[in-house]
Antibody
C-alpha cells in the first residue's frame, strides 16, 4: 500500500536552510504521471501548497516562496527532498508531503507531517 | 493565482443535522479541478471529494459535493460525531500553483 513519511529537523535557527525528506513506498516516481508535492500548515492556520516534482523531473513552486524553495528527487531511494532557505519564525509549521497523479487533480495520500519550529 | 474563500469560518451544528459548507473562487475553476479534504487535530488532511462531486474511496455517502464555476458546496447530510473537524477546499488549475481555502471548522453545538 502507499505510504509517505516526512523527516527532518524539528528545530532550525533563523536564516538557516531547512532540508526535509519525504520517503515513500507503494509507488514509483519513475512511473509516468506520478507527482509529489510539499504542503505546510502553520499552527492553527490553513494549508499552503509549496512545491511539486513530477516523474519527468518537471518542478513547480509557490509564487510567493519561489526564490527560497528547491525540490528534488532520488528515484532509486524513493525520496523527495525540499530545501527552504533563509528560514524565519513565520515558517514555523507542520510540513506534509503528498502524492498526486498529473491526470488526477487531488492529493490522495499524505504523510503524517513533521513540525518544524524556527527559533533562536 | 486563484483565491478560495470558504464560508462560514465556523459552523456549529448538532449530530444528525445537515451541514452545508461553501467554497467561492476568485475566478472560474474547472469542476475537475476542485477537491475537498477533512482534517482532524494532529492528523494529515484526508481526501473526501475530487472533481467537485466524486467521493473518494471509503468516504460515506452522507458526504456530497456540488457546484461549478466559482461556487462549490460540500454537504454532509446527517452529521455523525466523527464528522466534526476542519474542512478545506483546494483548486488545481491547469498547472500549479495550487491554492487552499482558509478552512471551515465544523464544531458540535
Amino acid at each position: 500500500q502507499v505510504s509517505l513519511r516526512e523527516s527532518g529537523p524539528a528545530l532550525v535557527k533563523p536564516t538557516q536552510t531547512l532540508t526535509l525528506t519525504c520517503t515513500f513506498s507503494g509507488f514509483s516516481l519513475s512511473t509516468s504521471g506520478m507527482c509529489v508535492s510539499w504542503i505546510r500548515q502553520p499552527p492553527g492556520k490553513a494549508l499552503e501548497w509549496l512545491a511539486r516534482i513530477d516523474w519527468d523531473d518537471d518542478k513547480y513552486y509557490s509564487t510567493s516562496l519561489r526564490t527560497r524553495l528547491a525540490i528534488s528527487k532520488d528515484t532509486s531511494k524513493n525520496q523527495v527532498v525540499l530545501t527552504v532557505t533563509n528560514m524565519d519564525p513565520v515558517d514555523t509549521a507542520t510540513y506534509f508531503c503528498a502524492r498526486m497523479s498529473a491526470s488526477r487533480n487531488y492529493f490522495d495520500y499524505w504523510g503524517q507531517g513533521t513540525l518544524v519550529t524556527v527559533s533562536s | 493565482e486563484i483565491v478560495l474563500t470558504q464560508s462560514p469560518a465556523t459552523l456549529s451544528l448538532s449530530p444528525g443535522e445537515r451541514a452545508t459548507l461553501s467554497c467561492g473562487a476568485s475566478q472560474s475553476v474547472r469542476s475537475s479541478h476542485l477537491a475537498w479534504y477533512q482534517q482532524k487535530p494532529g492528523l494529515a488532511p484526508r481526501l473526501l471529494i475530487y472533481d467537485a462531486s466524486s467521493r473518494a474511496a471509503g468516504i460515506p455517502n452522507r458526504f456530497s459535493g456540488s457546484g461549478s464555476g466559482t461556487d462549490f458546496t460540500l454537504t454532509i447530510s446527517r452529521l455523525e460525531p466523527e464528522d466534526f473537524a476542519v474542512y478545506y477546499c483546494q483548486q488545481f488549475g491547469a498547472s500549479p500553483p495550487y491554492t487552499f481555502g482558509q478552512g471551515t471548522r465544523l464544531e458540535i453545538k
